[in-house]
């Protein structure tokens, strides 16, 4: 069982900047990533970011590239979204994920082993 904390979700302005953390505990599989996932009210949930830890390698969405970037701390078993420039439609749920490894899968997470969800932290951006 994996279980997953994030934080640093809040209420900021146009042109700001958030970190968002999620860390894990519990068991760890081999070739594992951790993505980031958002969903605003009336849409459907979308791909962010996902770190994976094996190789160190990141991958942002398209649309948030240049704004967005991933990170990970391994002694703490944490990864970090940070976010700049945040606008007004950056304002969602954002979710933390664990899953084995996919290179080309939704996310680079296999869909079809068992993936982990934190419970989500609210970012608001007001203009």
């Known amino acids: 069982q994996v279980q997953l904390v994030e934080s640093g979700g809040g209420l900021v302005q146009a042109g700001d900047s958030l970190r968002l953390s999620c860390t894990a505990s519990?068991?760890?599989?081999?070739?594992?990533?951790t993505a980031w996932f958002r969903q605003a009210p009336g849409k459907e949930r979308e791909f962010v970011a996902t770190f994976v830890w094996s190789v160190g390698s990141t991958y942002i969405a398209k649309s948030m590239k240049g704004r967005f970037t991933i990170s990970s701390d391994n002694a703490k078993n944490t990864v970090y979204l940070q976010m700049n420039s945040l606008e007004p439609g950056d304002t969602a749920v954002y979710y933390c994920?664990?899953?084995?490894?996919?290179?080309?899968?939704?996310?680079?997470?296999?869909?079809?082993?068992?993936?982990?969800w934190g419970q989500g932290t609210q970012v608001t951006v007001s203009s």
């Open positions: 994920a664990v899953g084995r490894y996919c290179s080309g899968a939704y996310a680079n997470v296999d869909p079809g082993a068992r993936i982990y």
């Open positions: 519990g068991r760890t599989f081999s070739s594992y990533a």
